[in-house]
Structures are given as C-alpha cells and as structure tokens.
C-alpha cells in the first residue's frame, strides 16, 4: 500500500500552488470579495494554467486529468482563496463539467464545451428549484415532445452557481426535468441549456452570505425549444445522470474545503506564535496546543479519506473496480466530514484571534462564510448524506425514505 502521489501529480500541485501564490494572494481573495467578482484575468490564467475543465479529454478542450489530480487542484484553489469562490468557478467544470461532455452531443461540444477549458466558456450545474433542491425527484420542471422535434421546457431554478458568469461567457447549465412524471425519478431527462438561449431569463441574483465573487442566481425557462442535439444522455435517465454529476462534484467540494481549512490552521499557527498574553505567546498554553491537536488529527483523517474516495472514483471508471453506489457511499462520507470541519476550524481558529478576528481585516471570516454554504446544501445537504452512508451501509430495505 502506497500513500505517495506520482511524481506528475506532485508536479501538477507544486505549478499550480506556485501560480496561485502569485496571481491569487489573499489580498486578492478579498479585493474579489468585495468587488463581487472574479476577475476576467485569473479565469482566462486558470484556463492557460490548463486548470478549468480539468477532467474533460484534451480533445474537448481539458487536460485528461485524473480524479487524483482534479482533487489536488481543487485542495490548492481552496487553500488559495479561502472564500471558496474561484474553487466553485473550478469545480462545477471538473465535475458537472465531465458528465455534461460525456453526455454531450457533437454539436453541443463544438458550440460551448470545448471553449470552457480556455475559460472563454462556461459549464454548471442548475438543478435547485423555488421549492427545493435535495428531493430531485419533486422537481416542477417538465420536458414535453416539441411540434418539430426534441423539447418544449418550462421550469424555473435558483440559488444555481455562476450564472452571471455564464451569461458573460455564453455558458450553459446541465438542466433535468419530467418527461414522464408519473414514472417518478425513472421518468426524468436531462439536457443542456445555454443562459443566452430564447426563452431562459435571469430571474435575479441573490445576496449571499459567503463566496461573493462567484454569482448565485436564478433563471426561468419558459417555452424553451430543445432540439434532439441539446438532450444529454437517453430519455429517462436524468436522474441517474443527475446523481452521477453529485457524485463527482462531491469529492472536490470537500478537498477544497480541506485546503481552506489547512490555511485557516497556517494562519492561526503563525498568529498564536507571535500573539503573546500573560508574558507568552499563545502557542504555549495547552488550551490552545489542545485545541490544534483536535483539529489537526480530523484534518488529517478526512484529508486521507478524501483522497481515497478521489482513488476510487478513479478506480470506478478505468477499470470498474468499485459500483457507483460503492463510491457513492465514501463520497457522501467526505462531503459530510469535510465542510463541517472546515467550518470548525475557521470558528475555532477566529476565536484564537480574539477581537481581531472578527474584524475584516482578519481573512478568516471570508473563509467561514465561505465553507458554510457547503454544510448547508451545495452539491447535497448534510442529511441527505447522512441517508446515504446509512442506507449503503445497513441496506436499502432498512432505509426506504418513500
């Protein structure tokens, strides 16, 4: 049993923490934060960095990457920009990304896929609705066979990740909806819709709490034409597709969450050294030392298990060694484990901080704004992994939820 990464993944992390370190410094981080945005200059760097759209085959405009070193790229974005904001701009192309090319049409990928590796395109994912996102299965949203072929969509999505950057780079969205409700979520389809479409309007963008400089909104889809091209796998598998594209999300939600939280304990380490109380510094007295070694002894155990959930999803798809529903069960582990952790560890390590760390000239508040959204729900709520490890772990027949 080897735990070391190759040495082009040891390459990989070191050109990529390299190029961070210069063109995303936590100055920057905040200067985004503030502005609400992502500078055009650092998504165009990640796409010559060969960064966005990572897993997608070079033939479509990614690298071939491994699930091993998209998961290196997404800890070194998190560690990079603790807000988690450009990590979401990076990993909803890693992941839905991949699913949306794999699916994806010819003409599909010639007209927005195989731009967005150079980060003159964009590829998300717009699932949630007004009414709920984790029970995908409840969803309004319906596809009827069009008078000339392919579909009429009607349906409305929010709190859906980078729309105004898609609208900026006429990108487009994995969207599933009912083709044949009555059969539940064996009755569901799936297609591409490009925000700049006939019929798809903006409905607004929310206020959030945390990752500023990635929009968060919504858009409303009414009477959209989809022709045959634009569906993306076979009628009425949408929902399997759906899971598929949280699957693969799932894994670099929580290695960017393990980066921000592994700054967030650099930071505090280097703060307790320096800050002295009662004629030490801070790092001297055992509450605090006590304090680290709890944090650090989780960090470590959910940055391994992370990195055996990216192996094996690696292993799922070049040789078929494990089922989905196998990886299915370490995925929803991580994505329970890490945020929360993440969040720990920001809380714990502002408290160290004292009143300096609840001002905004600490970074650390940007960091548990940032993670929160991920205990929240993004990519799946906490109890719906919590259902999963559940019911992979006892049985279905134990854990039918319906």
Same mark, same amino acid.
């Given at each position: 049993?080897?735990?070391?990464?190759?040495?082009?993944?040891?390459?990989?992390?070191?050109?990529?923490?390299?190029?961070?370190?210069?063109?995303?410094?936590?100055?920057?981080?905040?200067?985004?934060?503030?502005?609400?945005?992502?500078?055009?200059?650092?998504?165009?760097?990640?796409?010559?960095?060969?960064?966005?759209?990572?897993?997608?085959?070079?033939?479509?405009?990614?690298?071939?990457?491994?699930?091993?070193?998209? %998961?290196?790229?997404?800890?070194?974005?998190?560690?990079?920009?603790?807000?988690?904001?450009?990590?979401?701009?990076?990993?909803?192309?890693? #992941?839905?990304?991949?699913?949306?090319?794999?699916?994806?049409?010819?003409?599909?990928?010639?007209?927005?896929?195989? *731009?967005?590796?150079?980060?003159?395109?964009?590829?998300?994912?717009?699932?949630?609705?007004?009414?709920?996102?984790?029970?995908?299965?409840?969803?309004?949203?319906?596809?009827?066979?069009?008078?000339?072929?392919?579909?009429?969509? !009607?349906?409305?999505?929010?709190?859906?990740?980078?729309?105004?950057?898609?609208?900026?780079?006429?990108?487009?969205? &994995?969207? #599933?909806?009912?083709?044949? *409700?009555?059969?539940?979520?064996?009755?569901?389809?799936?297609?591409?819709?490009?925000?700049?479409?006939?019929?798809?309007?903006?409905?607004?963008? &929310?206020?959030?709490?945390?990752?500023?400089?990635?929009?968060?909104?919504?858009?409303?889809?009414?009477?959209?034409?989809?022709?045959?091209?634009?569906?993306?796998?076979? %009628?009425? *598998?949408?929902?399997? !597709?759906?899971?598929?594209? &949280?699957?693969?999300?799932?894994?670099?939600?929580?290695? #960017?969450?393990?980066?921000? #939280?592994?700054?967030?304990?650099?930071?505090?380490?280097?703060?307790?050294?320096?800050?002295?109380?009662?004629?030490?510094?801070?790092?001297?007295?055992?509450?605090?030392?006590?304090? +680290?070694?709890?944090?650090?002894?989780?960090?470590?155990?959910?940055?391994?298990?992370?990195?055996?959930?990216?192996?094996?999803?690696?292993?799922?798809?070049?040789?078929?060694? &494990?089922?989905?529903?196998?990886?299915?069960?370490?995925?929803?582990?991580?994505?329970?484990?890490?945020?929360?952790?993440?969040?720990?560890?920001?809380?714990?390590?502002?408290?160290?901080?004292?009143?300096?760390?609840? %001002?905004?000239?600490?970074?650390?508040?940007?960091?548990?704004?940032?993670?929160?959204?991920?205990?929240?729900?993004?990519?799946?709520?906490?109890?719906?992994?919590?259902?999963?490890?559940?019911?992979?772990? +006892?049985?279905?027949?134990?854990?039918?939820?319906?």
């Amino acid at each position: 049993m080897d735990f070391t990464f190759s040495e082009e993944q040891d390459l990989f992390r070191e050109a990529v923490n390299e190029w961070l370190a210069k063109n995303l410094t936590l100055e920057q981080v905040r200067q985004n934060d503030t502005n609400h945005e992502l500078p055009k200059k650092l998504i165009k760097g990640m796409g010559d960095l060969g960064l966005l759209c990572l897993t997608l085959p070079e033939e479509d405009g990614g690298s071939g990457a491994d699930w091993v070193t998209a %998961t290196i790229g997404a800890e070194e974005l998190g560690y990079a920009d603790i807000s988690v904001a450009a990590p979401v701009f990076y990993l909803v192309q890693a #992941s839905w990304g991949y699913v949306i090319n794999k699916l994806a049409s010819e003409t599909v990928k010639e007209k927005y896929i195989r *731009r967005a590796g150079s980060g003159n395109g964009f590829l998300g994912i717009g699932v949630t609705e007004p009414g709920g996102g984790s029970d995908v299965a409840g969803f309004k949203t319906n596809l009827v066979p069009h008078k000339d072929g392919g579909w009429n969509l !009607n349906g409305e999505k929010c709190y859906i990740s980078g729309t105004a950057e898609a609208v900026d780079l006429d990108g487009g969205y &994995f969207v #599933s909806g009912f083709t044949k *409700r009555e059969d539940g979520h064996r009755g569901m389809t799936a297609a591409f819709v490009p925000l700049n479409y006939e019929g798809v309007e903006i409905t607004k963008r &929310f206020e959030n709490m945390g990752r500023m400089a990635i929009s968060t909104g919504g858009f409303q889809m009414t009477d959209v034409h989809i022709p045959e091209e634009y569906q993306l796998g076979e %009628t009425n *598998r949408g929902f399997y !597709n759906t899971m598929e594209g &949280f699957d693969a999300a799932r894994v670099l939600v929580s290695a #960017s969450c393990i980066g921000a #939280s592994q700054r967030a304990l650099e930071i505090g380490m280097d703060y307790i050294k320096e800050r002295e109380a009662f004629g030490q510094p801070l790092a001297k007295y055992q509450g605090i030392q006590f304090d +680290l070694a709890d944090m650090v002894a989780h960090h470590e155990a959910i940055k391994s298990l992370i990195y055996k959930t990216a192996w094996m999803l690696d292993e799922k798809y070049k040789n078929g060694r &494990f089922s989905a529903l196998e990886v299915s069960k370490y995925l929803s582990m991580v994505k329970y484990l890490a945020p929360h952790h993440a969040l720990d560890v920001f809380r714990r390590v502002m408290y160290w901080h004292g009143a300096y760390g609840y %001002t905004q000239e600490c970074p650390l508040e940007m960091g548990l704004r940032g993670v929160m959204s991920y205990c929240i729900g993004a990519e799946g709520a906490a109890n719906i992994q919590k259902i999963v490890i559940s019911r992979e772990t +006892l049985g279905r027949n134990w854990t039918k939820t319906r």
